[in-house]
């Protein structure tokens, strides 16, 4: 069965930085992308940053290019996101997901999911 875990969220001050890190199981690993969302209260989830497996092309919503870095580590069965010059903006649940294949940077499946990890951003 597919599993991805999350870590890595808490508080942090506006300008200040987190990494978050996703464990996945080895069967999904290698998918053909995976990627980083966020769902801020009252609002929908919205994708973050896509990486795709194979070449390591990434994607980024613009609201956070410059700021936040996606990257994988085949050999930890892991995804981060470098999260720096946060604002309160990025406050929201952050979720690791896995998919078949993507394109331009979006899925083209419904993927499997994490249980998020959350981040507060206070100004």
């Known amino acids: 069965q597919a599993q991805l875990k999350e870590s890595g969220g808490g508080s942090v001050q506006a300008g200040g930085s987190l990494r978050l890190s996703c464990v996945a199981s080895?069967?999904?690993?290698?998918?053909?992308?995976m990627g980083w969302f966020r769902q801020a209260p009252g609002k929908e989830r919205e994708r973050v940053a896509i990486?795709?497996?194979?070449?390591?092309?990434?994607f980024y919503d613009f609201s956070v290019k410059g700021r936040f870095t996606i990257s994988q580590d085949n050999v930890k069965n892991s995804v981060y996101l470098q999260m720096n010059f946060l604002q309160s903006e990025d406050t929201g649940t952050y979720y690791c997901?896995?998919?078949?294949?993507?394109?331009?940077?979006?899925?083209?499946?419904?993927?499997?999911w994490g249980q998020g990890t959350q981040v507060i951003v206070s100004s």
């Open positions: 080895p069967d999904i690993i290698n998918r053909g992308c």
């Open positions: 997901a896995a998919f078949g294949a993507c394109s331009g940077g979006f899925p083209l499946d419904s993927g499997d």
């Open positions: 990486i795709y497996s194979t070449s390591r092309t990434t």
